[in-house]
């Protein structure tokens, strides 16, 4: 995700953001509504300055663009549903 940080699925709806030469979390990105959670890892992508990010669900998946320094969804409405 850029020199010294990698992101990492930890769970069905969890990314962290490590840095490799200590080991510490950066940041942590949860997804909500985790009764909808189909069980697979997250998929995260960096693309340039992105990091985008796919959570799969019983009904289909959500796509977040997420803020590379602190994990937060940068768009307003929130992640959109691709069933």
Not at 53 to 59: C, E, I, K, Q, T
Request: charged share 25%; aromatic share 4%.
């Amino acid at each position: 995700v850029g020199s010294s940080r990698i992101a990492v699925s930890d769970g069905p709806g969890t990314v962290r953001l490590l840095d490799p030469e200590t080991g510490r979390v950066k940041w942590t990105h949860e997804a909500t509504g985790e009764a909808s959670l189909a069980g697979d890892p997250p998929q995260v992508r960096a693309w340039g300055k992105n990091v985008v990010l796919a959570v799969r669900r019983n009904h289909g998946v959500e796509l977040d663009r997420l803020d590379p320094n602190g994990g937060k969804s940068v768009w307003p409405e929130g992640p959109a549903f691709l069933d």
